[in-house]
Structures are given as structure tokens and as C-alpha cells.
């Protein structure tokens, strides 16, 4: 055997083994750094599709947004109407709306709460604008809802961000803050 052979073979083996290592460590980073840089690039790319994408939905989503305010007020309303005149009136109209062909939503008004005086009195000034106090104090009667004068005032007192009184002469007129 020659030892020379074997020592060059074992050598150049052991060098070869270290030169391919070597150069894979490199060559995987290098490729790593690409993949990262085609990521990134793709990834600007598809965002600058999706902020144009939102762009043009945007519109929409305020008018969606606007819509939902406005259904949730008018939502309010009609419980207020229903606790005051009744539920029974209006349970056949609530019935008819649910069947729409193009309602999304059902439309119920749930009446399990006690009517507030000043719940009341905001239904009854939502429809007359402005009214006196004392026609006030009549028109809750009507509807069954025993209330003083005191207890009217005390209600008006309380809710002054809802309510705003004027007094022309000796009346006091009570209307919505807008």
C-alpha cells in the first residue's frame, strides 16, 4: 500500500468535505436573501392591490356604516312609538316587514322594558316639533301615562341633552335638542 496515495486521498476527501460545506452555507443565504427579497416585492405588490381594492369599497362601507346608524335610530323610534300606543296595534305592520323580499335583517321591536316618562315625552316631541308643556301633560294622558306637572318638569330637568325648553310669555314650550 502506498502511503502517500492514501494520505492525498484522506486529504484531498477531508478538504472536498469542507470546501462543499463551505459553499452550500453560502449559497443557501444568498438564497434565503433572494426568496426574502421576491417576498417582499410580491408581498408590496399585492398590498398596493389591496389599498386600491379598499379605495373603491370605501364609499360602500360608509354608506353601510350610515345605513346602520340610521336603522339603529329609527329602531329606537319605533320601540318608543310601540311602548307608548301598544304593541298590539302595530304587530300585524311588524309581521308584514319581516316578510320583505329584500330585508336582511328581522324587524322586531322588543317591548319587555317599562316606558320611561321621558321616553315618552321624546315620542310625543319627536312628532310635534315643539309643544307646550301643558299639551304635553294632556297628550300623555291620552296614552294613559298619569304624569304631574312636577314630574314633567323633573324629567325635562333631567334629560337637558335631549330636551330644550323656551318660555315665550307664561308658556314654556319643550322641543328635541337637534
Known sequence: MNLENCNNDSTNNLTHVESSCSVSAV?????IEKRLDQQYNEDVKQ???NYSEQNKLRPAVIRFR???????SRERRMKRIVMLMGDE???????????????SKEIT???DD???????MQAIVEQAGEIQ???????LEYFKIK???QAIESALASHKERFETKVRGREKFVSLKR
Not at 449559497?27 to 438564497?31: G, N, P, T, V, Y
Not at 350610515?66 to 339603529?72: H, I, M, Q, V, W
Not at 308643556?133 to 297628550?139: A, G, K, N, S, Y
Request: charged share 40%; aromatic share 6%; no cysteine.
Open 27 to 31: 449559497i443557501r443565504f444568498a438564497d
Open 47 to 49: 398590498l398596493r392591490k
Open 66 to 72: 350610515d345605513l346602520e346608524r340610521e336603522a339603529a
Open 89 to 103: 296595534k302595530y304587530s300585524d305592520t311588524i309581521e308584514s316587514l319581516r316578510q320583505g323580499d329584500d330585508v
Open 109 to 111: 321591536v322588543n317591548t
Open 114 to 120: 317599562k316606558l320611561h316618562l321621558w321616553r315618552a
Open 133 to 139: 308643556v301643558v299639551d304635553l301633560q294632556d297628550t
Open 147 to 149: 304624569a304631574s306637572r
